[in-house]
């Protein structure tokens, strides 16, 4: 059952990470879906977390509503923007 779950899981992250292009805004990673993460640009609107929405009862409209709220972001990208290293509105050329 936990597998079953696990891949259902994983298929409604990958869902919602195509609502924002399925990439890293900033630098255009793609390779792992396990290292993309959802930013919230404002986080004093965050209503709660993507991967909340993912393990528990949301509507489909409020899913939808924060993740507007978000970017898609690789971990390396997401922790550099934590770090004041990148502005998360920043978008990387892709060489």
Partial sequence: MSKSRNTKRRKTKTEYQ???????????????????????IDASRKKFTISDAVRKKFTQQEINE??????????????????????????????
């Fill in 66 to 95: 924060e993740i507007q709220k978000c970017i898609l972001v690789c971990a390396n990208c997401h922790a550099e923007i934590h770090a004041g290293l990148i502005k998360a509105d920043q978008k990387a050329s892709l060489s």
């Fill in 18 to 40: 195509e609502r924002l292009g399925g990439s890293c805004q900033i630098c255009g990673y793609m390779r792992c879906q396990n290292a993309l993460h959802f930013h919230h």
